[in-house]
């Protein structure tokens, strides 16, 4: 019982949270001196699309959750929060994989069809090991300014113009 509740929490912090824009600045490769910058959102809909189940049948309860779901839940949050540990391989203009440290291993995110404010998360996986280079920034778009901040150091939860909402 315990197990469901502290999965339901985590879900209300997913909806709460809501989405946010993000932006990462960087080489392609080590020995690459070639810079890339793409800009994506990562939102309740980017979210939802990895689970096995929807918002909809998330609101009824009307949901079972699997291994993958389990995993995702308890580690997705912490994973986004802790960007600032990222590699990130770039593999073409509108597709990037990223590799963030989580629970002695990493997740690997494939992000593809990057476009503005779309992109499709093609997998959350855990992985043994990491690929690609540091980023050379990792920003976060403030609505309110029409900048990008340093994430996660200057973003504010619950601190409205840095939220992308729908």
Known sequence: M???????????????????????????????????AVNFAIDMNSIFDLLSFTEYDYEKE?????DSDIFIINTLYDCIMNFSNMTVEYIS?????????????????EIRSIE?????????????????????KIGIYNFDTMEYENFPEDFIIGESSYYVYG
Not at 62 to 66: F, H, S, T, V
């Open 93 to 109: 203009e509108n597709a990037i994989n990223i590799y963030v440290p989580i629970e002695e291993s990493f997740a690997k995110l």
């Open 116 to 136: 503005y404010e779309s992109i499709t998360i093609v997998s959350y996986e855990r992985v043994e090991s990491n690929e690609g280079v540091k980023p050379g």
């Open 2 to 36: 315990k197990k469901i509740k502290d999965i339901k929490q985590k879900m209300d912090r997913f909806v709460d949270f809501d989405g946010i824009a993000l932006a990462v600045w960087g080489t392609k490769s080590e020995d690459n001196k070639e810079k890339f």
């Open 62 to 66: 009307n949901y079972n959750l699997n």
